[in-house]
C-alpha cells in the first residue's frame, strides 16, 4: 500500500512539472512574438538570426583549462547553446535571465550554438 502512494505522487510531480513546463514554454514563445525574433526550433546552421529567450543553464570554464562561458537560451520552441569564447563570466547573465541575441548559427556537442553573439539583456517589463 505504501508503494503505491509514493507511485501516484511520483506521478502526480511528473504531472505538475509537465504542466509547468508547458505554460513556461508558452510564455515563453508568446514573448518571442512580441519581441519579433526567430523561434529557437525554427533555426539552421549558418542561418544568422535574432532569438530572444531565458536562460536555462550555465557552463562555466574550468578554472585550470580555457574554455568558453556557455549559456544554454530557451525559448518555448527549443534551446541553443551561446558560447562566449576566452570569457570567465559575463556580469548580469545568469539563470533565469531574459535575454536577445544575434548571430550566426553553428554546430556544438550535436547541437545548435552561437559564438560570440551580440546580446541584450532585457528587463523583466519588457
Not at 29 to 47: F, M
Not at 48 to 65: E, F, K, W, Y
Not at 69 to 75: G, V
Request: aromatic share 6%.
Amino acid at each position: 500500500m505504501a508503494s503505491k502512494n509514493w507511485f501516484q505522487k511520483l506521478f502526480s510531480r511528473q504531472g505538475s512539472a509537465s504542466i509547468r513546463e508547458s505554460f513556461e514554454a508558452a510564455d515563453e514563445q508568446a514573448l518571442a512574438q512580441t519581441r519579433s525574433t526567430t523561434n529557437i526550433g525554427d533555426l539552421h546552421e549558418r542561418q544568422v538570426a535574432r532569438i530572444s529567450g531565458g536562460i536555462q543553464s550555465i557552463t562555466l570554464p574550468s578554472p585550470s583549462a580555457p574554455g568558453p562561458f556557455m549559456a544554454t537560451l530557451f525559448d518555448g520552441t527549443g534551446a541553443i547553446d551561446v558560447l562566449w569564447l576566452g570569457r570567465r563570466s559575463i556580469p548580469g547573465i545568469e539563470v533565469g535571465v531574459h535575454m536577445i541575441v544575434k548571430g550566426t548559427v553553428g554546430r556544438h556537442g550535436g547541437g545548435l550554438c552561437m559564438l560570440n553573439p551580440e546580446y541584450q539583456l532585457i528587463d523583466e517589463g519588457e
